[in-house]
T-cell receptor, first 112, second 114 residues
Framework: QQPVQSPQAVILREGEDAVINCSSSKALYSVHWYRQKHGEAPVFLMILLKGGEQKGHDKISASFNEKKQQSSLYLTASQLSYSGTYFCGTPKPNNYGQNFVFGPGTRLSVLP | DVKVTQSSRYLVKRTGEKVFLECVQDMDHENMFWYRQDPGLGLRLIYFSYDVKMKEKGDIPEGYSVSREKKERFSLILESASTNQTSMYLC?????????????FGPGTRLTVT
């Protein structure tokens, strides 16, 4: 089953903060975050492998709450370059064995 | 820098045609993946491979097959293209076995089946 992301879309002004959530009805073993700009390939942001883990670089960070089966991506003091669609992804078993599933994405637009 | 290349950016094929999408990575990565991306659905895994001649089904393998004869090359095959296979196809690779490594994506092939 696909992770759920919220919100579906968000519009910010430069300098504002945003939080994107990723949750699953089943256990999350690890969470990957990617950003895709319009017309480009998704680009890796970070992986969280353990419950309680927090990571970050520049002004983008993430946390992973294994018990709550969710992860959050925090974008602080957003810049125009942060615009794009953010995807979370996680390994999941399926009928064939192993699988990797992405959420439907959160579209972030940063305006001047 | 890791480079993942795909043979075509845009492809138009007719219903019933056999279609080959090629992907090459230049960093000696073990794992390679094929996804399709559709609006509102995100990326969905079709097949992946963790070694030469090895393949595993992802979430939506029906209507597709894959081939990995060399480590750096992973091909997606649509045996008989149908209109519901019109989509953006993304190839990716990752360094090693398991799901603890980042995936590097190619630029994508937008396939239209008419």
């Amino acid at each position: 089953q696909q992770p759920v992301q919220s919100p579906q879309a968000v519009i910010l002004r430069e300098g504002e903060d945003a939080v994107i959530n990723c949750s699953s009805s089943k256990a999350l073993y690890s969470v990957h975050w990617y950003r895709q700009k319009h017309g480009e390939a998704p680009v890796f942001l970070m992986i969280l492998l353990k419950g309680g883990e927090q990571k970050g670089h520049d002004k983008i960070s993430a946390s992973f709450n294994e018990k709550k089966q969710q992860s959050s991506l925090y974008l602080t003091a957003s810049q125009l370059s942060y615009s794009g669609t953010y995807f979370c992804g996680t390994p999941k078993p399926n009928n064939y064995g192993q699988n990797f599933v992405f959420g439907p994405g959160t579209r972030l637009s940063v305006l001047p | 820098d890791v480079k993942v290349t795909q043979s075509s950016r845009y492809l138009v094929k007719r219903t019933g045609e056999k279609v080959f999408l090629e992907c090459v990575q230049d960093m000696d990565h073990e794992n390679m993946f094929w996804y399709r991306q559709d609006p509102g659905l995100g990326l969905r895994l079709i097949y992946f491979s963790y070694d030469v001649k090895m393949k595993e089904k992802g979430d939506i393998p029906e209507g597709y097959s894959v081939s990995r004869e060399k480590k750096e090359r992973f091909s997606l095959i649509l045996e008989s293209a149908s209109t519901n296979q019109t989509s953006m196809y993304l190839c990716a690779s990752s360094p090693s076995l398991g799901w603890s490594y980042e995936q590097y994506f190619g630029p994508g092939t937008r396939l239209t089946v008419t």
